[in-house]
């Protein structure tokens, strides 16, 4: 099991001191890069906070009578607004990427009747000394229900505090970012991250692969890594995006000899089924990242995502058309954005492969 707080210990002894002081904010605002475990040090310093022992780090106890009532989700002094389309998502299962299961026909933002209905809950009593908020993601509340959620957060009751995560601080209102106190968090040191994945049993080899490919995110490294592995705690999502990017990293390598069709026809029967449009998402966002690692060793440096396939990247921009390089990231912008409803996800695939193998075209 991965402690997160000890992942951001610099936020964390932070917040426990000034929760010692009597000086802990009301509102909290963490931010940082989606899958670096936010949402999980949002949920630990929630147990923090109801605790009735925390110990001398601040960690809950985990068996007092308000722990056990946070670890069973019935808290009375706990409530977590998220987008009813996460609702049926485990809480901590992911970071960043709540909406893999997400059922499009439900709403992804969060609702004014959601927040409103908080009002209740601030102003009855506590059962046993603090009430914890947990908002997330943040930037999933429109302008009404932002503004809704103004009035408690500029005067909440005593021992009522408020947690916003979010992975895209910017989209907040500005009145929401300045009543509260930023928290921001970082993607932790390699060296930490690795350690943590060797105790969730992935090995330093395969941990430091994945890190890489997820941009040093360690949550969705460990998942990948045990999706790749084939783990018993994987999950069907992960599973999903390994065979995507396998699929791909089969064809990239070949340039000029890549087969669109074939490719089109290998992704699409990995994608098809999925109503969330997340896998064809994911999909988009590889290429753009192989694409990156293109760019930067045409420039003479070192791939970012797929260090491993050095040696091969170099290879590939021996001959490749600089003026199709420069505007493939365009195309994969505009296909990004198409992806959430295409007509016809075998000819949207040919297309996008079809272009990439024109990245090896000689000028005209």
């Given at each position: 099991?991965?402690?997160?707080?000890?992942?951001?210990?610099?936020?964390?002894?932070?917040?426990?001191?000034?929760?010692?002081?009597?000086?802990?904010?009301?509102?909290?605002?963490?931010?940082?890069?989606?899958?670096?475990g936010?949402?999980?040090?949002?949920?630990?310093?929630?147990?923090?906070?109801?605790?009735d022992?925390?110990?001398?780090?601040?960690?809950?106890?985990?068996?007092?009578?308000?722990?056990?009532?946070?670890?069973s989700?019935?808290h009375?002094d706990?409530?977590?607004?998220?987008?009813?389309?996460?609702?049926?998502d485990?809480?901590?299962?992911?970071?960043?990427?709540?909406?893999?299961?997400?059922?499009?026909?439900?709403?992804?933002?969060?609702?004014?009747?959601?927040?409103?209905?908080?009002?209740?809950?601030?102003?009855?009593?506590?059962?046993?000394?603090?009430?914890?908020?947990?908002?997330e993601?943040?930037?999933?509340?429109?302008?009404?229900?932002?503004?809704?959620?103004?009035?408690?957060?500029?005067?909440?009751?005593?021992?009522?505090?408020?947690?916003?995560?979010?992975?895209?601080?910017?989209?907040?209102?500005?009145?929401?970012?300045?009543?509260?106190?930023?928290?921001?968090?970082?993607?932790?040191?390699?060296?930490?991250?690795?350690?943590?994945?060797?105790?969730?049993?992935?090995?330093?080899?395969?941990?430091?692969l994945?890190?890489?490919?997820?941009?040093?995110?360690?949550r969705?490294?460990?998942?990948l890594?045990?999706?790749?592995?084939?783990?018993?705690?994987?999950?069907?999502?992960?599973?999903?995006?390994?065979?995507?990017?396998?699929?791909?990293?089969?064809?990239?390598?070949?340039?000029?000899?890549?087969?669109?069709?074939?490719?089109?026809?290998?992704?699409?029967?990995?994608?098809?089924?999925?109503?969330?449009?997340?896998?064809?998402a994911?999909?988009?966002?590889?290429?753009?990242?192989?694409?990156?690692?293109?760019q930067?060793?045409?420039?003479?440096?070192?791939?970012?995502?797929?260090?491993?396939?050095?040696?091969?990247?170099?290879?590939?921009?021996?001959?490749?058309?600089?003026?199709?390089?420069?505007?493939?990231?365009?195309?994969?912008l505009?296909?990004?954005?198409?992806?959430?409803?295409?007509?016809?996800?075998?000819?949207?695939?040919?297309?996008?492969?079809?272009?990439?193998v024109?990245?090896?075209?000689p000028?005209?």
């Open positions: 099991m991965i402690l997160w707080h000890d992942i951001h210990p610099g936020a964390w002894t932070q917040l426990q001191r000034a929760r010692l002081d009597g000086r802990l904010p009301h509102a909290l605002l963490l931010t940082g890069p989606a899958g670096i936010k949402l999980a040090f949002a949920e630990d310093l929630a147990s923090s906070l109801l605790c022992s925390p110990r001398d780090n601040g960690v809950a106890c985990g068996t007092c009578t308000s722990c056990t009532w946070h670890a989700g019935n009375p706990f409530r977590r607004i998220r987008p009813e389309a996460y609702e049926d485990v809480f901590g299962e992911d970071d960043g990427k709540a909406s893999a299961k997400a059922d499009r026909k439900k709403s992804e933002q969060i609702r004014i009747d959601q927040v409103r209905a908080l009002e209740s809950f601030i102003q009855v009593g506590s059962h046993r000394g603090r009430r914890v908020i947990l908002i993601p943040a930037e999933a509340m429109n302008e009404a229900t932002a503004n809704a959620l103004l009035k408690s957060l500029e005067e909440p009751p005593e021992g009522v505090h408020f947690l916003l995560v979010s992975h895209a601080a910017e989209r907040l209102l500005p009145t929401v970012r300045s009543r509260t106190r930023a928290v921001p968090m970082r993607v932790p040191e390699q060296s930490v991250a690795l350690s943590q994945l060797k105790v969730m049993g992935i090995s330093t080899q395969n941990g430091a994945w890190l890489n490919r997820c941009a040093g995110a360690l969705f490294a460990l998942a890594a045990q999706a790749a592995d084939k783990d018993s705690a994987a999950t069907d999502e992960a599973i999903a995006e390994v065979a995507i990017l396998e699929a791909l990293l089969a064809q990239l390598p070949l340039g000029e000899r890549l087969d669109p069709l074939a490719l089109a026809r290998s992704c699409e029967t990995l994608i098809k089924g999925d109503q969330s449009g997340l896998r064809l994911q999909l988009i966002d590889w290429l753009q990242r192989w694409t990156l690692d293109l930067l060793v045409r420039l003479g440096s070192t791939a970012k995502t797929f260090p491993e396939l050095q040696a091969t990247l170099e290879k590939l921009t021996a001959g490749i058309n600089d003026e199709a390089l420069a505007r493939f990231p365009e195309v994969l505009e296909a990004r954005r198409l992806s959430a409803h295409p007509l016809n996800i075998r000819l949207f695939l040919e297309s996008i492969f079809s272009r990439a024109g990245l090896f075209e000028r005209a």
